[in-house]
């Protein structure tokens, strides 16, 4: 039999060296695409159900809420055990499956019963599902600044998108940031409707997280003195607020056979629309909320912060997917952040500031050199023993 294959093989040998080749291309193929990382990911199957109520202290979240979904997991298939943290106005259970257990039927397990603590929670209180992930899927990590912080060194261009002469910030959209914190909440921004979204979409991504900066949100800061003297509460400036951010549908109306929709879109987009909302009238005249208050752009209470060199910053995580190849996604994800930094409002860019496939790379190169140096090593001694020995 052996003889018959090596006469074959000399015979059709053009045969053997084409799948010689084609083997090798193969392997070559494969060996990009092994799923190699620097550090081995030994995280238990589990999934992790995220809470958020500002207005609870750590008792009542363990109470109202940490403790109820606990109880509402126990006889899920597959589950061994769960364990939970209760902070202020945040509660985060775990719930942690066999390892044979699929964990996207863990998911859906869990889903399920969530949809039936639901109603026993406080108002308002949705407990939300964490990412497919693990503790070691954050895979890169950038920040979101200004390329000049506070223009210094910027070119300057009145009445354009960038810096302006006076150390303002000019959005495309035309508002002027004037202060830090409208500064630092439209770098969140940027991060939140721009960079995120996009970064969701590479494949194997399974979600990004963002801190630093502030959400952006309009301050209304009324004065006693004013409101006094025209008479308005402050309960009746809150519901002049909320009349006046409203976006309903009107149904339709025919006209020439034809139908036409009509909605009432009442939305607030800018700090001008806050001030001209009509609070009251005095003697057929509207007052205006900003007759009464200072209306600007402000931040959301927050509880850490990010900086670049000492100067804020928005820092985001991109989370990989269980079990996909970190180099892989973190190559897509930079190509992707390299595309999208292009597109960024002028004076505002993105640094990656950790990238797991230059650290699994690296590891790579540093087993590569090992193994070679040991290998000369080995042939080195070899020939020096047995080099002798044939010498002699």
């Given at each position: 039999?052996?003889?018959?294959?090596?006469?074959?093989?000399?015979?059709?040998?053009?045969?053997?060296?084409?799948?010689?080749?084609?083997?090798?291309?193969?392997?070559?193929?494969?060996?990009?695409?092994l799923?190699i990382?620097?550090?081995?990911?030994?995280?238990?199957?589990?999934?992790?159900?995220?809470?958020?109520?500002p207005?609870?202290?750590?008792?009542?979240?363990?109470?109202?809420?940490?403790?109820?979904?606990?109880?509402?997991?126990?006889?899920?298939?597959?589950?061994?055990?769960?364990?939970?943290?209760?902070r202020?106005?945040?509660?985060?259970?775990?719930?942690?499956?066999s390892?044979?257990?699929d964990?996207?039927?863990?998911?859906?397990?869990?889903?399920?019963?969530?949809?039936?603590?639901?109603?026993?929670?406080?108002d308002?209180?949705?407990?939300?599902?964490?990412?497919?992930?693990?503790?070691l899927?954050?895979i890169?990590?950038y920040?979101?600044?200004?390329?000049?912080?506070?223009?210094?060194?910027?070119?300057?261009?009145?009445?354009k998108?960038?810096?302006?002469?006076?150390?303002?910030?000019?959005?495309?959209?035309?508002?002027?940031?004037?202060?830090?914190?409208?500064?630092?909440?439209?770098?969140?921004?940027?991060?939140?409707?721009?960079?995120?979204?996009?970064?969701?979409a590479?494949?194997?991504v399974?979600?990004?997280?963002?801190?630093?900066?502030?959400?952006?949100?309009?301050?209304?800061?009324?004065?006693?003195?004013?409101?006094?003297?025209?008479?308005?509460?402050?309960?009746?400036?809150?519901?002049?607020?909320?009349?006046?951010?409203?976006?309903?549908?009107?149904?339709?109306?025919?006209?020439?056979?034809?139908?036409?929709?009509?909605?009432?879109?009442?939305r607030?987009?800018?700090?001008?629309?806050?001030?001209?909302?009509?609070?009251?009238t005095?003697?057929?005249?509207?007052?205006t909320v900003?007759?009464?208050?200072?209306?600007?752009?402000?931040?959301?209470?927050?509880?850490?912060?990010?900086?670049?060199?000492?100067?804020?910053?928005?820092?985001g995580?991109?989370?990989?997917?269980?079990?996909?190849n970190s180099?892989?996604?973190?190559?897509s994800?930079?190509?992707?952040?390299?595309?999208?930094?292009?597109?960024?409002?002028?004076?505002?860019d993105?640094?990656?500031?950790?990238?797991?496939?230059?650290?699994?790379?690296?590891?790579?190169?540093?087993?590569e050199?090992?193994?070679?140096?040991?290998?000369l090593?080995?042939?080195?001694?070899?020939?020096?023993?047995?080099?002798?020995?044939?010498?002699?």
């Amino acid at each position: 039999m052996i003889a018959r294959l090596i006469a074959l093989s000399v015979r059709a040998h053009w045969m053997v060296l084409f799948l010689f080749l084609a083997v090798a291309a193969l392997g070559t193929w494969q060996l990009f695409k092994l799923p190699i990382d620097a550090v081995p990911d030994i995280t238990s199957n589990q999934v992790q159900i995220n809470t958020v109520d500002p207005r609870l202290s750590p008792e009542e979240i363990e109470k109202l809420v940490t403790y109820p979904v606990e109880i509402s997991l126990a006889g899920i298939p597959g589950l061994e055990t769960t364990r939970s943290i209760s902070r202020n106005g945040f509660s985060q259970v775990t719930a942690i499956f066999s390892e044979s257990t699929d964990l996207y039927f863990a998911r859906q397990q869990v889903g399920e019963r969530l949809t039936q603590v639901t109603e026993n929670l406080p108002d308002g209180v949705q407990p939300q599902i964490g990412p497919v992930t693990t503790g070691l899927g954050e895979i890169v990590m950038y920040t979101v600044g200004y390329t000049n912080p506070d223009g210094k060194g910027a070119k300057k261009m009145a009445g354009k998108a960038g810096w302006q002469p006076d150390g303002s910030y000019l959005t495309p959209e035309g508002e002027l940031l004037t202060d830090e914190v409208a500064k630092a909440g439209y770098l969140r921004t940027v991060q939140d409707w721009i960079i995120g979204p996009q970064l969701k979409a590479v494949r194997g991504v399974a979600g990004v997280d963002s801190i630093g900066g502030y959400a952006k949100t309009f301050v209304v800061e009324p004065d006693p003195t004013k409101l006094t003297s025209y008479g308005i509460s402050y309960s009746e400036l809150g519901e002049a607020l909320e009349d006046a951010n409203l976006a309903v549908g009107a149904n339709f109306f025919n006209r020439g056979g034809e139908a036409y929709l009509v909605r009432v879109d009442a939305r607030v987009r800018s700090g001008d629309e806050i001030r001209n909302a009509v609070v009251a009238t005095r003697g057929g005249v509207p007052i205006t909320v900003g007759q009464i208050a200072d209306v600007k752009v402000g931040g959301d209470l927050r509880t850490g912060a990010g900086s670049l060199n000492g100067k804020e910053a928005v820092i985001g995580t991109v989370l990989m997917l269980i079990d996909q190849n970190s180099r892989i996604v973190a190559e897509s994800v930079t190509e992707k952040i390299d595309q999208v930094s292009k597109t960024l409002p002028p004076g505002v860019d993105v640094n990656i500031v950790l990238n797991r496939a230059e650290l699994v790379g690296a590891t790579v190169g540093t087993v590569e050199t090992n193994l070679t140096e040991g290998a000369l090593l080995v042939a080195a001694a070899l020939f020096l023993l047995l080099g002798r020995k044939l010498i002699n």
